[in-house]
């Protein structure tokens, strides 16, 4: 029984023209199942791997040594095989999540340490000078629409490359194609499954338009497609590569394809493959009149009151967390270091600083004033500052507590039970069990949510409401179901398209709590030395089952872009009654102090405090495209998909 006429793929039907209907971003959709499945004859095809590797071994001259990239790798098959060589620096970047996943399971299953990393070839912003080699294979080059394009991905691959590295890559030979395309073919991919394929030339002649229909035998149409790619010839590949810096550029074999079905090769029929080095001056040029990065370090005022704190100042502890920072950046020799921390001054010192890159730390906000908190990046945004960190509009969003659950929710993630009390609810009753929690909707380093927020009966509750609303009159409460169960914390550092990593998950043991105290890291913990919250509670590294550890990272890479989140976050979680684990709130920004939570989940990764600060730090550099912070040690903990 057929389907539905509602529930079929929308198809256009025949077409003069194909180039109208190509989307400008084509390559973001097409790399998924299907794609194993219509190009699978040839990319999934072993004895094409082994020959273009062998081709890549010797054209590039690789060494078991060697630090190599496959920029594109798609579902790996080069990167698996150089790692099943003995090539043990090889790593991936590609952009389609389907195919990283795909990569990342065969590396688990193969037992090799590969390390993969979704990410855009235009966007490579890697270290300058730390690869060997770059190579892209699979005719992976000339899917963007604009040829500048091209350019770009190739000065991103020789920045990265050392002085003398090499660049390998096979593409399509364009005049081949020119004489040689199908303008229309068909084949069976199973017994049950064809593929129709049509093509065309671009109006300019640049570019070889296809359309790809995919019809199963009962359910009708189940894809309609397009793609393109820009036909380069062998002088117009040359040029391209000298204006992006590179020499010695040399053509080597043609790879003909092989195909399990034997029949339509489309792009991959008739390849080029050729190499080419980085030359000296042209890395050099790259890095002239680069000596030290130039940084501001944004800090609260210790001067002024903060209430958030312990006693409403800055005390020794958190003046020794200052010292301890300066100290660790007074050691890198890569950058020159000034601190900003008097904000009677602050926009009249922004309005004038020269810095490379604004370190914000300052977590207490302007004037030390949680409330404030996104006026500082304002600030800067105001003066065109490169800053690390989140931007306002994010440190806006996921102040409210609430609104992130609600995000959250719609995103599929799991959230508490809860119930929204605003100022002006004369007798607030939220329908919730007990025993509960009453906290701030909107509120830091714990304000507003002391031991005694957990509540345990309808008067308890309206209780705390009266007490908070007495306390902190301006802000909206929210009674939550209290979660019994283990509670853990996600750290992120990077961001989404280049490089973003997770830290080991953290776990609260509050197991050496007094009997019967409520197990929360409340105002306590952070503010009161005398408090058992304070001495009793530790933290330890996560025991989660893989598919555990696997759901929370993704959620909160999710959450991360979604956000709006940059350089480095966390995410709470806690276990609920009945086991499952739902999402407390998002820290952008998290405390960056040596003793924090962040800190710790770093040296879980086999990083110093240093290396955690330099990864923030570089991730920063990356996103504005900044190269001279370099972050450390970072090859340590698995990239997200």
Not at 236 to 243: N, S
Not at 466 to 494: H, K, N, W
């Amino acid at each position: 029984m057929s389907r539905p006429l509602s529930h079929r793929q929308r198809t256009l039907g025949p077409l003069p023209d194909l180039e109208p209907h190509l989307p400008d971003e084509w390559w973001r959709t097409l790399f998924n199942a299907n794609y194993l499945k219509t190009d699978g004859d040839v990319v999934e095809n072993a004895d094409n791997t082994t020959a273009e590797v062998d081709l890549l071994v010797r054209a590039a001259e690789l060494q078991a040594g060697d630090k190599i990239l496959d920029l594109c790798c798609g579902q790996g098959r080069h990167t698996l095989e150089l790692a099943t060589r003995g090539f043990q620096y090889a790593q991936g970047i590609d952009q389609s999540r389907y195919l990283l996943t795909v990569a990342r399971r065969r590396a688990k299953q193969g037992s090799l340490p590969v390390r993969f990393t979704l990410g855009e070839a235009r966007k490579l912003k890697l270290p300058p000078g730390q690869l060997d080699c770059v190579a892209m294979m699979g005719n992976s080059f000339g899917y963007f629409q604009h040829a500048d394009d091209d350019l770009v991905v190739l000065d991103g691959v020789r920045r990265a490359l050392k002085v003398g590295g090499t660049l390998a890559m096979d593409l399509t030979d364009g005049d081949w194609v020119r004489r040689n395309y199908e303008p229309r073919s068909w084949e069976w991919l199973n017994g049950q499954e064809l593929v129709v394929r049509e093509r065309q030339l671009s109006a300019d002649g640049q570019r070889l338009v296809c359309r790809e229909v995919i019809v199963h035998a009962t359910r009708g149409i189940l894809v309609d497609q397009f793609y393109a790619e820009r036909l380069y010839d062998r002088q117009q590949v040359a040029d391209l590569l000298t204006r992006a810096g590179f020499c010695a550029i040399a053509e080597h074999d043609v790879l003909e394809a092989a195909s399990s079905r034997d029949q339509d090769l489309g792009m991959m029929a008739h390849r080029v493959f050729v190499t080419a080095r980085v030359a000296e001056r042209a890395q050099a040029l790259a890095q002239a009149g680069v000596t030290k990065q130039r940084l501001t370090v944004l800090l609260g005022d210790p001067r002024l009151p903060d209430p958030v704190k312990r006693d409403g100042t800055f005390n020794a502890e958190d003046l020794d967390t200052i010292d301890r920072l300066k100290r660790v950046l007074a050691d890198w020799p890569d950058v020159s270091v000034r601190y900003i921390d008097r904000h009677a001054q602050l926009a009249k010192v922004l309005a004038e600083d020269d810095a490379d890159l604004v370190v914000n730390f300052c977590d207490e906000g302007l004037r030390n004033d949680p409330a404030l908190e996104l006026h500082v990046p304002a600030l800067l945004e105001v003066f065109g500052r490169p800053y690390t960190g989140a931007a306002p509009a994010c440190l806006g969003l996921c102040a409210d507590k609430a609104h992130v659950r609600a995000i959250a929710a719609s995103m599929g993630v799991p959230v508490p039970r809860e119930a929204y009390v605003a100022q002006s609810d004369p007798d607030p009753a939220p329908a919730l069990a007990f025993p509960a929690i009453v906290k701030p909707n909107i509120g830091d380093g714990s304000l507003g949510i002391p031991v005694a927020a957990v509540v345990h009966n309808a008067t308890e509750m309206r209780q705390r409401i009266r007490e908070l609303r007495a306390e902190l009159p301006d802000r909206g409460l929210i009674v939550q179901e209290f979660m019994p169960g283990t509670e853990y914390s996600v750290a992120l550092i990077g961001n989404p398209g280049f490089d973003l990593q997770p830290l080991p998950i953290l776990e609260v043991d509050y197991s050496a709590l007094p009997a019967g105290a409520p197990q929360i890291l409340g105002y306590e913990s952070k503010w009161h030395p005398e408090s058992p919250y304070w001495t009793d509670i530790r933290f330890a590294q996560a025991q989660l089952e893989h598919g555990q550890r696997q759901r929370l990272v993704q959620w909160s890479a999710r959450l991360f872009e979604r956000l709006g989140c940059r350089d480095y976050a966390r995410f709470d979680f806690r276990t609920a009654a009945d086991g499952e684990i739902k999402l407390l709130e998002v820290n952008p920004n998290p405390g960056w102090c040596w003793d924090g939570k962040l800190n710790l989940m770093a040296q879980w990764a086999n990083w110093s405090y240093s290396d955690l600060l330099r990864a923030i730090v570089a991730a920063a550099s990356q996103r504005i495209g900044l190269t001279t912070v370099a972050a450390t040690n970072s090859d340590r903990v698995q990239s997200i998909a």
